[in-house]
């Protein structure tokens, strides 16, 4: 959860106790340097058991409050079962009931930082961040070089899948002319990282669908080396997904490629990040599946895109 970074960090600053966070194992990689939490509990066992031995966990230590990030049911009732204290929240999905403070909801669309922020307000706490942010470690450079000593700085990295729908990936084949215009005109290799073995075939359409094959590589990287991967490019071409907010938090030049949804919910200052969209009538519609043609991603080119990466490319030279 990248964007909740400016949250943690201010929450980070107005405590006076310890921080722990309970999330998947993998997430954890992402916060490493940034010095936020004093403890990680993994929460990797979705399984009916697995909730109630989180609960007995979080019985044993006796949190005096807690404050559920997710929107789901199931997080607040985690923390309901597992008699904290003071639980703090949005009261979405009908959980309201499992919470003792709860956010005001906003009047209109908000950022999700903004959205994430106003906790801190709640709490009584003091912004400091608004702006995700991420750091890589040195332990995690020297992990990432010891498993690939071939991949060197200086080259474009391509985000080719969205975990959230179809409807936000960028054609295979306008990322595959892109591709060949990185590693045609400015001789730069391109690396494409999956989100996931889901997307390593995108990915290797991708590159199927390129002419100079030879300077075109898939990546599969676990959340570490995706993270490290990302901060070594010299810029990033992302459809709007996950990734696309760490290269950003990273401070990389980065162009996301914008389709069905409202670019307010993701909008912070971000000097690095520039955003590409098509002006259709049916965007944005929020959708994980065009029902169209969908025009709103086919409608912004390679060329398009090109002519924005050469533009960063010299900005950020200078």
């Known amino acids: 959860m990248v964007m909740a970074t400016p949250f943690l960090r201010s929450l980070r600053g107005s405590l006076d106790g310890e921080l722990w966070a309970i999330g998947k194992s993998k997430g954890m990689h992402i916060y490493n340097g940034l010095d936020v939490f004093d403890r990680y509990i993994p929460n990797d066992d979705k399984s009916f058991v697995g909730f109630l031995d ?8 006796g949190f005096e409050r807690g404050i559920v990030l ?7 009732l985690l ?3 597992g008699a904290v204290k003071e639980r703090v929240g949005y009261a979405r999905n009908k959980r309201g009931f499992m919470l003792t ?4 909801e906003a009047d209109s669309l908000e950022p999700t930082v903004e959205h994430y922020l106003r906790l801190v307000d709640l709490l009584g706490g003091k912004r400091s961040d608004d702006a995700p ?19 060197h700085r200086g080259f474009v990295a391509f985000i080719v899948g969205a975990q959230y729908g179809s409807s936000k990936r960028w054609p295979d084949s306008h990322f595959a002319e892109l591709g060949d215009l990185i590693t045609g005109r400015l001789k730069k290799r391109v690396y494409i990282l999956p989100g996931g073995k889901d997307e390593e075939a995108i990915a290797e ?22 993270k490290v991967c990302l901060s070594r490019a010299s810029l990033v071409v992302t459809n709007d997904t ?7 938090a990273l401070g990389k030049p980065t162009v996301v490629l914008i389709g069905p949804m409202d670019e307010r919910y993701t909008v912070y200052p971000a000097a690095s990040s520039v955003t590409i969209t098509k002006d259709v009538p049916c965007r944005p519609c929020n959708k994980k599946r065009c029902d169209g043609d969908h ?5 912004i080119t390679p060329a398009q895109v090109f002519h924005k990466i050469e533009e960063m490319l010299v900005d950020d030279a200078g």
Do not use: W, Y
């Not at 989180?54 to 230590?61: E, F, I, K, P, Q």
């Open 54 to 61: 989180m609960v007995s966990h979080l019985r044993t230590v």
């Open 70 to 76: 997710p929107h789901s049911f199931r997080s607040a």
């Open 79 to 81: 923390f309901f079962s």
């Open 101 to 104: 403070k709860t956010v005001p």
């Open 133 to 151: 942010l991420l750091s890589v470690t040195e332990d995690e450079e020297r992990k990432f070089d010891e498993k690939h000593m071939d991949i």
């Open 205 to 226: 359409k991708v590159r199927q669908g390129t002419t100079n094959k030879d300077d075109v590589e898939v990546k599969g990287l676990d959340i570490r080396d995706l």
């Open 242 to 248: 996950g990734p696309r907010h760490i290269s950003v």
């Open 295 to 299: 025009a709103c991603m086919k409608g």
